[in-house]
């Protein structure tokens, strides 16, 4: 089983409206949180990481290219794309906290805020 990303990594890696949503799945804060509020908190980042996940696409298949194995798009060259894989990481484990939330609240709704 793989460990968490500390918080202070997260902060270090995300730009700060990115660790706003994301400081918000951390307990106590994520307790705090309305049934409406968490599915908002899911959208946004689900929003994010499909954006990491463009953007690792994108310089893979400029690596591709590199090689001559793809047409080439674009002039930038081919850059390590280790800090938008580590936050497509933290923003999965950051889904993975809300959609627990929220199957909390499915259980006992009384229970719930």
């Known amino acids: 089983m793989q460990m968490g990303v500390p918080m202070a990594t997260e ?7 990115e660790f706003d ?6 307990y106590p804060a994520i307790m705090e949180l309305s049934q409406s509020d968490l599915a908002d908190v899911g959208r946004r980042l689900r929003a994010f990481c499909e954006e990491a996940r463009d953007l690792v696409h994108g310089q893979r298949r400029q690596r591709r290219a590199m090689r001559g194995r793809a047409s080439p798009r674009g002039v930038r060259p081919a850059v390590e794309n280790v800090g938008i894989s580590r936050k497509r990481q933290v923003f999965a484990g950051a ?7 929220l199957g909390r609240i499915a259980k ?6």
Request: glycine fraction near 4%; aromatic fraction near 0%; charge should be positive.
């Open 21 to 26: 949503v994301v400081k918000q799945t951390h």
């Open 108 to 113: 006992d709704p009384q229970g719930a805020r």
């Open 95 to 101: 889904l993975k906290r809300v959609n627990r939330a």
């Open 11 to 17: 902060q270090r890696v995300l730009s700060d409206a």
